[in-house]
Structure formats: structure tokens, C-alpha cells
T-cell receptor
């Protein structure tokens, strides 16, 4: 079974500042890793995913994430945030032959002017 | 492609009434998922289907909840009778294939309010 931890439930940050949203997972097998974003009153949409290969993954809207197997982490980063990045961000894992995702509890990013 | 379609987008009902939420997955997707999102409990998986067959319904809260997928292009989630604690946003998602590398595509959700 897999589990996902997002230690920060809320992250306030000023516009144009860098941000890192943390994600740690546990699994007895290799997993695929995903970050989703949910804007207010919308469904979740994929930001990026790690399947294999380079541990640094680039996604939409200037976000990137780095897979660290030894630390079982997949932290999301952006060097300069905008007001429009205000949203909730979910980390998720999926086993190679799994039917299902396991989602973390989410981190609410608030970008302040 | 229109993406995952959910209806209605908003539903307000009174306690004890039956509620039916509808979902049309993306054409060609094999798997369909129903989630519930609340402030207290976050995003919870209720049930998922693979090729129209329910695979895991362990997340369904109780017998008041039921889900069907009569064909590859339609699914329903029914609550009967509804209770105020069922108030939440319900999401449907679909996924191509069965491999773990495939992402889920989410609908816009149905906001349910039970008075």
C-alpha cells in the first residue's frame, strides 16, 4: 500500500517569491508520482508527473518537481509565483500496475500581493 | 474533446431526498473514479470502475450510497436518503488504460448541499 504526506497544509508567500511545496510518500514498490492543482471552484488538473528517467520534471505554468528516491520525496517548486498560482496543490502516487491513485491531503498556496 | 462532464454542477436538496449525480467520462477511457471532497476530510475516493465493472467500493460511506456504470460513457452516483453530512463536492474522473503511469482527468465537480 502507498501513502502520501504533505506536511504543509497552508503556505502563504508573496508575489514573485520562490515557493516549495513538500511531498513525501511511502511505498513497498516503485511508484509513479504526480502533482495536481485545483483552482477555486474547479476540478483537479495535472501539473506534472514523474514516471522514470531524469529526476527533475518540468510541468505547466513554470512549475517543476524533483524526485528523490532516497528521501522518498517529490517536492514541487516554482522560482517566482504569481497571484494566479493561488490554489490547492495535491501530490499523488500510483503503483505501476495500480488502478488507483493515492492523494495527499493537499497544500493551500496563497500568493499575496 | 469535451473532457469529463458532470451534471448537475450544483444541487440543493432536503434531507431524506434522493440525489443522483451523473458523469460522462472521456471517450476511450477505461477507468472511472468517484471522489468526494470536504474541508474536514479532504479528497476521498468513493468507488472506481474498470471497463464498467466496479473494482473497489470500499470508500463508499454506507449503504445509502450506490454507483452504477451501465456503459462506457455514463455513470451515476446515487444517495438515498440524503443527509446534511453528505454535503460536499463530488468529482468524477476518468483514466485511459490500466497502467499506473496514466493520469486521471477530473470533471468540474458537483456541489451538493443537503439542507
Amino acid at each position: 500500500a502507498q501513502s502520501v504526506t504533505q506536511l504543509d497544509s497552508q503556505v502563504p508567500v508573496f508575489e514573485e517569491a520562490p515557493v516549495e511545496l513538500r511531498c513525501n510518500y511511502s511505498s513497498s514498490v516503485s511508484v509513479y508520482l504526480f502533482w495536481y492543482v485545483q483552482y477555486p471552484n474547479q476540478g483537479l488538473q495535472l501539473l506534472l508527473k514523474y514516471l522514470s528517467g531524469s529526476t527533475l520534471v518540468k510541468g505547466i505554468n513554470g512549475f517543476e518537481a524533483e524526485f528523490n528516491k532516497s528521501q522518498t520525496s517529490f517536492h514541487l517548486r516554482k522560482p517566482s509565483v504569481h497571484i494566479s498560482d493561488t490554489a490547492e496543490y495535491f501530490c499523488a502516487v500510483s503503483a505501476p500496475y495500480g488502478q488507483n491513485f493515492v492523494f495527499g491531503p493537499g497544500t493551500r498556496l496563497s500568493v499575496l500581493p | 474533446d469535451a473532457g469529463v462532464i458532470q451534471s448537475p454542477r450544483h444541487e440543493v436538496t432536503e434531507m431524506g431526498q434522493e440525489v443522483t449525480l451523473r458523469c460522462k467520462p472521456i471517450s476511450g477511457h477505461n477507468s472511472l473514479f468517484w471522489y468526494r471532497q470536504t474541508m474536514m476530510r479532504g479528497l476521498e475516493l468513493l468507488i472506481y470502475f474498470n471497463n464498467n465493472v466496479p473494482i473497489d467500493d470500499s470508500g463508499m460511506p454506507e449503504d445509502r450510497f450506490s454507483a452504477k456504470m451501465p456503459n462506457a460513457s455514463f455513470s451515476t452516483l446515487k444517495i438515498q436518503p440524503s443527509e446534511p453530512r453528505d454535503s460536499a463536492v463530488y468529482f468524477c474522473a476518468s483514466r485511459p488504460g490500466t497502467g499506473g503511469h496514466n493520469e486521471q482527468f477530473f470533471g468540474p465537480g458537483t456541489r451538493l448541499t443537503v439542507l
